[in-house]
């Protein structure tokens, strides 16, 4: 009888751990400290997602600072270096690119910190612990399987691509590269060049662009920031109506665009909920416990006009 107490005690206890929600079970310990390191902090996406972190750890008591690195690999990965001779438990870290930084935190892991690549990627992603993020290549696919649907399978088509190099670049204009091919040949790709997540410098390509003559049927923006300078290029041309316009991270400004009708859809990347996985779970390594996979993955959701109040706060 005794016997029988003990484990129906020992089983209660487990059902109501497994039962609670995650965050009380991986509360950050007070010695303990964590860092985020952002590859910029310029557009609406950036902020989104490192303040989705921050909330995460007054969540779980995790004491965290915050790095940015301006786009600049070298910095970023001098703020490695820098958090792996401060002490720190575990890092987070956005990469400028997908080459570069990987020594960096390979060191970092060997040091004994937790390591989780966010939002995206890189090469050598066996190096750290964990992603956590969107399947960029996916994303692109969604983008313009919507623009290819729309034009019906023909027209020029140009691309706004973010910083060459980074995972989001690479992926999503593969994606934009593979829908083509496979499913829509007659578009054609007139122009694609970087502008760096930023809405002024994708405004002055895209006046460029359209100072040219050449007729484009639709821009394809690996960002909502670069599809706004788009948006704004094609108004100030009096061509609102006549070009389609897509981005990509669901920003309040890509989303009011999409509700007015300058922009044709954006994508959601589930960006909260990036930074909220991606925080519990380097605690949850910190902590020594096991993350839930080697890559966890955050789905897309295309936003037209029909559906886009559903995602306005």
Request: proline share 3%; charged share 20%.
């Amino acid at each position: 009888m005794k016997k029988s107490m003990i484990w129906l005690t020992a089983l209660m206890a487990a059902l109501l751990l497994f039962c609670l929600p995650a965050s009380a079970q991986t509360k950050a310990k007070p010695d303990q400290k964590f860092a985020l390191l952002m590859s910029h902090m310029d557009n609406e996406f950036t902020i989104q997602l490192s303040g989705a972190v921050q909330e995460k750890a007054k969540e779980l008591g995790a004491k965290l600072t915050l790095f940015d690195a301006r786009n600049e690999i070298a910095r970023q990965i001098g703020q490695v270096e820098t958090v792996v001779t401060q002490g720190y438990t575990g890092l987070m870290i956005e990469p400028v690119a997908v080459d570069g930084v990987g020594p960096a935190l390979a060191a970092a892991k060997k040091a004994g910190l937790a390591v989780v690549t966010i939002d995206q990627k890189i090469t050598q992603q066996n190096l750290v612990d964990c992603y956590v993020g969107a399947n960029p290549v996916q994303g692109g696919e969604m983008e313009m399987e919507f623009i290819g649907k729309a034009l019906q399978g023909k027209g020029n088509v140009a691309f706004l691509l973010g910083p060459m190099g980074s995972d989001a670049q690479l992926g999503r204009t593969q994606g934009y590269t593979n829908v083509i091919k496979n499913k829509y040949p007659g578009i054609k790709v007139v122009y694609q060049q970087t502008a760096n997540w930023r809405t002024d410098q994708a405004l002055k390509l895209v006046e460029n662009w359209l100072q040219t003559g050449t007729p484009l049927a639709a821009i394809v923006a690996n960002n909502d920031d670069m599809a706004l300078g788009a948006v704004k290029a094609v108004k100030d041309a009096k061509l609102e109506g006549k070009i389609l316009i897509i981005g990509l991270d669901a920003t309040p400004n890509g989303l009011a665009a999409v509700k007015e009708g300058s922009m044709a859809a954006t994508l959601s990347q589930s960006t909260t909920e990036q930074g909220l996985m991606a925080m519990e779970t380097t605690v949850k390594l910190a902590n020594g416990q096991k993350a839930s996979a080697a890559e966890i993955y955050v789905p897309h959701t295309l936003i037209t006009k029909d559906n886009v109040a559903k995602f306005m706060k």
